[in-house]
């Protein structure tokens, strides 16, 4: 059964971080590509970073700069790192593995508020 943990959200003030974690179990995890994706309340999910299985990394074009994925093999995780987080960041953060299958955590709440 894949199972893919996420944890790491919460409330925290305008220029402030955040670190998520997803643990994955249940999939070969060196062979898929990992990603991050948030879903804002009334919005469509979008794409925020991707890691593939060969470490390379992408970003959407609004958080370059202030946010990092990164994997750790041996202990089937992968991370987002977010810095200088904004109200606009707010959102369910949701992790995926794919392809290619695709699977999805059950998200995260990130609220960015003062």
Known sequence: Q????????GLVQ?????????????IIFRFYNMGWYR???GKQREWVATITSGFSTS???SVKGRFTISRDTAKNTVYLQ???LKPEDTAVYFCN??????YWGQGTQVTVSS
Do not use: I
Request: some cysteine; overall charge negative; hydrophobic content about 30%.
């Open 2 to 9: 894949v199972q893919l943990v996420e944890s790491g959200g």
């Open 14 to 26: 305008p220029g402030g971080s955040l670190r998520l974690s997803c643990a994955a179990s249940g």
């Open 39 to 41: 879903q804002a309340p």
């Open 59 to 61: 970003y959407l074009d």
């Open 82 to 84: 977010m810095n200088s």
């Open 97 to 102: 593995a794919g392809p290619p299958n695709d």
